[in-house]
């Protein structure tokens, strides 16, 4: 995640950079995922990849010609890291689960406390980024509730992305009546960036 102050031109720099890179590497080799490092490594930077492509790309669209006016405001730059910090978390979880329920069925994998390792790793390493505390200890709550109830066997089949495309529809800071209007479009837009993270792992993991 970015580690510095968010602004009109960073974000537009930032969106720029992730889908020219994105666009880059679809023409270049994808080193395979062979260990516990490699996989964490994809599941911090994927699920930051979508969080950011999401979140920023439904404030573009929602907020058309005004949106350059709005990064101006320190308000709204406080709501906006405040979203991007909260759907991080989420997608952090939902990614670890996935990865881990997919090795669980194709590679016989079971030593799913390593899931709970690599979340906390994760989270440690983004304390130097500046994600707040109270976002933090929120995720550690959750992951350990979601961690209690899995299905390992069946969760990677089983919409193991809803969590994160809702904590997008409920943090992006938008208007609580057009955000109902754009329910079903913002939750489609994420379960496709998703798809798209899945096809990429599904390709990678050499386990």
């Given at each position: 995640m970015s580690k510095y102050k968010l602004s009109w031109k960073d974000l537009t720099w930032n969106d720029f950079k992730i889908y020219l890179f994105a666009l880059f590497r679809a023409f270049i080799p994808k080193k395979k995922i062979k260990n516990l490092i490699d996989l964490e490594e994809f599941i911090q930077t994927k699920s930051a990849w979508v969080t950011q492509v999401t979140l920023y790309g439904y404030l573009k669209t929602r907020m058309g010609t005004r949106y350059v006016l709005h990064f101006e405001n320190d308000e709204f730059m406080s709501s906006v890291n405040l979203a991007k910090w909260n759907i991080y978390a989420v997608a952090l979880q939902d990614l670890t689960f996935f990865t881990f329920s997919f090795l669980k069925t194709g590679f016989n994998y079971s030593e799913f406390e390593k899931a709970k390792e690599i979340f906390l790793n994760i989270l440690d390493d983004e304390i130097s980024n500046k994600m707040p505390s109270t976002v933090i200890e929120d995720a550690k709550k959750k992951f350990n509730e979601r961690f209690?109830?899995?299905?390992?066997?069946?969760?990677?089949?089983?919409?193991?992305?809803?969590?994160?495309?809702?904590?997008?529809?409920?943090?992006?800071?938008?208007?609580?009546?057009?955000?109902?209007?754009?329910?079903?479009?913002?939750?489609?837009?994420?379960?496709?960036k998703w798809d798209i993270v899945k096809k990429e792992f599904k390709e990678r993991i050499n386990f």
């Open positions: 209690q109830n899995i299905n390992w066997e069946n969760y990677y089949n089983d919409l193991p992305f809803n969590p994160s495309a809702l904590a997008l529809y409920k943090w992006a800071p938008i208007a609580e009546d057009l955000k109902t209007l754009d329910r079903k479009i913002v939750l489609n837009s994420v379960i496709l």
